[in-house]
């Protein structure tokens, strides 16, 4: 199979971790009888640099007419003083919409030759491995009315609503319960539906949507209990769906019992058989770029959940992934995650591990 796959390298690191999850892909290929036609395009502070836009025009069409979109990170303190419609964290707002985005998927898995990175106890944390679903494009972020109103008494409201439509918790359910399938069966779907009417219309349409899931085993849970939970016990979680606000202070959480920022993936799905964008949750790291320092591992990770997620080649995946634990068994580190007695490296090394491996 051919698949056409966009990459944006953005800023900072970008480039350097984008060269090592480019390489892998392609020496992966043959095996899996796959071939990846990459195309390059500006995004972020580099493209607002050469065109005067952080997403230009060119790039978003390429990336719409791909199967999917790699990305690395933009942003960097040269562009901090642009106004916003100009800063290089528009590319990423751009793509969400250009591409309808509606999905954030971000795993938080605990690999046990990193458990001690962790801050946590070992018995909390050990054999965690958990997907936080978040909703991306609905709830308190975009419902309305929103803004800062004056009223008849002159007194000043801030004013966001949260709202969710039938058809946006019904999409949203749909790749939780696919991705649970993909995984252990195990959907957890958090809402405060003891207060909120939206969270009551979110947990009827979940509990529907289960019927066509009977494989999948469904539960719910208050979001104030889900992040006493998740520091608690994290273990009892495989899938958590939740909405936009929500899933953005829950998937933080989560991907903090990890301890490593230079480890997590990320994608971001819209409908099925259009292109999703897979990048590493951490920026651009400019206080490291170009110095060969940079953890290529998040984005190589990232790779591999956009066979899994992106292109339903979950082999192939599968197989990035027992390359990575294979470098880290084998006592490999870059300096973010580098415990005594093991050998650091720094990111063309880690790559050529990765090669290796
Ligand atoms: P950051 O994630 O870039 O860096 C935070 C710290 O983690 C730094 O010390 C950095 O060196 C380290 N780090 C990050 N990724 C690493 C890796 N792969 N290997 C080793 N160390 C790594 O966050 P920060 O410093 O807040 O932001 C820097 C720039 O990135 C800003 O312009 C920000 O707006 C942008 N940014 C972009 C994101 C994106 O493209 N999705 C997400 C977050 C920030
Ligand atoms: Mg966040």
């Known amino acids: 199979k051919n698949y056409k796959i966009t990459l944006l390298s953005g800023d900072g690191i970008g480039p350097e971790i984008m060269q090592v999850a480019v390489s892998v892909l392609q020496a992966i290929a043959p095996k899996f009888n796959l071939t990846f036609a990459f195309e390059a395009a500006l995004a972020g ?3 607002f640099d050469a065109t005067g836009h952080p997403l ?20 960097g303190e040269k562009w901090d003083t642009l106004p916003s419609h100009l800063r290089p964290e528009q590319a990423l707002l751009g793509l969400r919409a250009g591409l309808g985005l509606f999905a954030n998927l971000r795993p938080a898995k605990i690999l046990p030759q990193l458990i001690d990175a962790s ?12 997907l936080v679903v978040r909703e991306l494009t609905g ?41 649970a399938r993909k995984r252990q069966s195990t959907l957890c779907s958090v809402d405060k539906a003891n207060v909120l009417d939206v969270s009551q219309l979110w947990r009827e349409r979940i509990t529907k949507l ?10 719910h849970m208050y979001v104030d209990n889900a992040a006493m939970q998740l520091l608690r016990y994290p273990k009892q979680f495989d899938v958590i769906v939740t909405g936009n606000l929500f899933g953005d202070i829950l998937s933080d959480a989560a991907a ?41 591992l998040a984005q190589v990770l990232s790779a591999a959940m956009m066979l899994r997620y992106g292109l339903n080649e979950s082999a192939a995946a599968d197989y990035i992934e027992q390359a990575v634990t294979k470098v880290l068994d084998s006592g490999k580190r870059t300096g973010d995650i580098m415990a005594s007695g093991c050998e650091q490296l720094g990111c063309k090394a880690m790559g050529e591990a990765l090669l290796a491996a």
């Open 210 to 219: 289960g019927a066509e899931y009977p494989d999948v085993k469904l539960s």
């Open 45 to 47: 502070g580099s493209a």
């Open 256 to 296: 903090m019992l990890t301890g490593s920022i230079g480890m997590l993936p990320s994608a971001s799905l819209g409908e099925p058989g259009k292109p999703g964008v897979f990048e590493p949750v951490h920026g651009s790291a400019p206080d490291i770029a170009g110095k060969d320092l940079a953890n290529p």
């Open 139 to 179: 709830g308190i972020y975009f419902g309305l009315p929103k803004g800062i109103f004056t009223d008849e008494n002159g007194v000043r409201r801030g004013v966001n609503t949260m709202a969710y439509t039938e058809p946006e918790v019904d999409r949203i359910g749909r790749v939780a319960f696919e991705s």
């Open 56 to 75: 230009p025009a060119e790039t978003l069409a390429l990336c719409q007419s791909s199967d999917a979109v790699l990305l690395a990170a933009v942003g």
């Open 119 to 130: 801050t946590l106890k070992r018995e909390v944390i050990e054999g965690v491995d958990i």
